[in-house]
């Protein structure tokens, strides 16, 4: 089965400084790997998604993430990041059975 | 399209009190998913449904829960009796096909058993 993990609950950065969030997950089978975006009330947004194809991936908002399939990991950057960015970060993995499992959450706080 | 909507937005009730969660996915998806979101235990899968058909049920926490999707345009998350520990943010997500794909999620219920 699979699982994400993301180490930090919460990750605090100044405006414009650059940012990673974390991700790690485990599979026995090639995985689909995504992050989302929660805003304050609202439901999760995507953001990216790996599916195959060049490890590098550019997703809305000016976030990126990689895939390394020999650490296997899946890690969101932004080399500079806006108020605007604070949120919940959600990782995520599904294998080719359609479902999608969640990883904890990481809260980005962007500070003035 | 106004994406995916749910009903309702706000439900307290008191313990032993049937509670039924609404959700209508964006016409013509085909993928519908229920999730659950605690501080305590994150986002958790529930059950979802391809074509109407529930694929995967695994997530339902035990026998008081349970979902239905009569037909393409509408699902029901319905707990009977609930309890307090059953307080959480209930989201439902629909796909075009499957998780595979970008999915569209409501805004969730905000479900408070006292």
């Known amino acids: 089965a699979q699982s994400v993990t993301q180490l930090d609950s919460q990750v605090p950065v100044f405006e414009e400084a650059p940012v990673e969030l974390r991700c790690n997950y485990s599979?026995?089978?090639?995985?689909?790997l995504f992050w989302y975006v929660q805003y304050p009330n609202q439901g999760l947004q995507l953001l990216l998604k790996?599916?195959?194809?060049?490890?590098l991936v550019k997703g809305i908002n000016g976030f990126e993430a990689e895939f390394n399939k020999s650490q296997t990991s899946f890690h969101l950057r932004k080399p500079s990041v806006h108020i605007s960015d604070t949120a919940e970060y959600f990782c995520a993995v599904s294998d080719y059975g359609d479902k999608l499992i969640f990883g904890t959450g990481t809260r980005l706080q962007v500070f003035p | 399209d106004a994406g995916v909507i749910q009903s309702p937005r706000h439900e307290v009730t008191e313990m032993g009190q049937e509670v039924t969660l609404r959700c209508k996915p964006i016409?013509?998806?085909?993928?519908l998913f229920w999730y659950r979101q605690t501080m305590m235990r994150g986002l958790e899968l529930l059950i979802y449904f391809n074509n109407n058909v529930p694929i995967d049920d695994s997530g339902m926490p035990e026998d008081r829960f349970s979902a239905k999707m009569p037909n393409a345009s509408f699902s029901t998350l319905k707990i009977q009796p609930s309890e307090p520990r059953d307080s959480a943010v209930y989201f439902c997500?629909?796909?075009?096909?499957?998780?595979?794909?970008?999915?569209?999620f409501g805004s969730g219920t905000q479900l408070s058993v006292l």
């Open positions: 790996y599916l195959s194809g060049s490890t």
């Open positions: 016409s013509g998806h085909n993928s």
């Open positions: 997500a629909s796909g075009e096909r499957g998780s595979n794909e970008k999915l569209f």
């Open positions: 599979s026995s089978v090639s995985v689909y």
